[in-house]
């Protein structure tokens, strides 16, 4: 156990930003499942959601922007598959 004031306060924030950035990480993955379940009038909304709320998490450091950038890549090949 920590012994230091600063050290305590470490645990303590790293805890908190571990629970923000796994509850940020499963929206993440719950939207990209949403929008391969969904039909083609669906999808394109949920499109959309899961596209902006990526480019959030990469503006917020949460996820790395090459990973982000193999994500919405996959969704749009998704989308552009259903309405061919």
Request: aromatic fraction near 4%; charged fraction near 35%.
């Amino acid at each position: 156990m920590a012994n230091h004031k600063s050290a305590k306060k470490r645990i303590s924030v790293s805890e908190k930003r571990r629970v923000i950035n796994k509850a940020s990480l499963s929206k993440m993955k719950t939207l990209t499942k949403k929008v391969f379940e969904a039909d083609k009038a669906g999808a394109d909304a949920t499109y959309k959601e899961a596209v902006s709320y990526i480019d959030k998490m990469v503006a917020k450091g949460r996820v790395h922007r090459n990973t982000a950038a193999r994500r919405k890549s996959q969704l749009t090949k998704h989308v552009a598959s259903l309405e061919a």
